[in-house]
Every structure is written in C-alpha cells, then in structure tokens.
C-alpha cells in the first residue's frame, strides 16, 4: 500500500524493470487517472487499484491473475479490455465500477463473487462457453443490465447472483444448470418470462421474490422441493 490514499497523485511512471507490485498499492488515489503496468508481470494484485479516479488500464499481455478488489470503486472507470490470456479474476475486483461493457476471456471457468456487484452503468455482459459457475453476488444491483446470454455449460447460478437487475425482462436458464441460490433473481421486477431446468430437483427461498411481472413457469418433474 505504498501510495495509498495518496489523493492528489496524478501522475506514476513505472520502470519496465519492475516485476512485482504489491497489495492495495494505488489504493484512493482519486486523480490518479491512467497508469501503465509493465510487461513481465503475472498478477495485478489484490486491491490495487480500488476506490482510485482511474479511466483508462492497458494490461499487460503478461498478467494471468486479477486479484480480488483490484478495480472495485473505480467510479470514473467505464470500460477495460480483458485479454485472452487472463486465467482467473477474483472476487469483487469490479465492484461498485462504472463498467458499461465488458467480455470475459474464453477459458474463464467462473465468474466471481460479486464481480459485477452494484456496477449501475453495466448494460452489456458477454460471457465465454467455458464459464460453468456464475457466484453469488455476480451480477446483483446492475439495474442497467436487460439481457444476458447464459454459456450453455453452466451448473451453478449462486445466491443473490442477479438479484434486484430491475431491468431484465427475459432469462433463458442453461439446461444443465442443477443448483440454483437462494434469492438468485430476487427482485428482477420486469422479468416476465424464464424457465425452471429440468435437472434442478429444488427451488431455494426467495428465488423469484419480489419479480412482479413474471406471468407465467412451467416446473419440471424433476423438481421435489419449492
């Protein structure tokens, strides 16, 4: 955290000699707006960049990680290029971001806890066919989002993943989907048509709480337990 809280930095000059860099270093430095990270460098660390005024990252062609909270609070950030080779991203990392758009890269297996939460400017998502599991908190509170093409391999949808998208009006749930959250759609208020999987056997409490316009399931045979 070498930097943190460092408010009037504006302006960082990296060596391209550098090779690590630490937690949380850049954290609320509110006019910092653009930096370059060298080539070389694997992992951009937990929280480096949170809560900062960044617009603009240029990740290096080298990094496989993102490390959790690395761009959360990024209120001026609205748009970023995350390339192919980027492995796995970590929890929360665009947290409370102004993210409008984003493609996760192909080979992605999962998309975090709260990777998108309360993102308000997110209106478009594309998700890779390697994502199976999409965790709690994924996608809840981007109130901008009204569509979403779910990867046909997805198994797990986890709790309160899209809660309260007030603008989603339609989901078509993966087939092979056989765990559903609790609250996993609570509050998709114009949400007027969905299917239950057929492999689901349960419905979790709160899953389609509070979704007003939803006119019409059909429940499969394989569910036991609502």
Partial sequence: DAFKYCRMLRTVTIPAS?????????NYCE????????EGITKIPDHLYEGSGIREVIIPDSVEHI???AFASCRSLTKINLHSNIKTIGNGVFDYSALERVSLPQGMTVVSEALFNYCEALKE???PDSITTIEDRAFSLCDQLTELTFPSNVTKIGKHAFSDCTQISQLSLPSGVTELGESAFKGCIKLKSTNIPAKLTALPPSAFSGCRELEEI?????????
């Fill in 18 to 26: 550098l090779q690590t860099v630490g937690y949380g270093v850049f």
């Fill in 31 to 38: 006019f910092l707006r653009e930096i370059r990270l060298p």
């Fill in 67 to 69: 490390g959790s909270r």
């Fill in 125 to 127: 998502v594309t998700l």
């Fill in 218 to 226: 059909d429940i499969p045979e394989s569910v036991i337990k609502i």
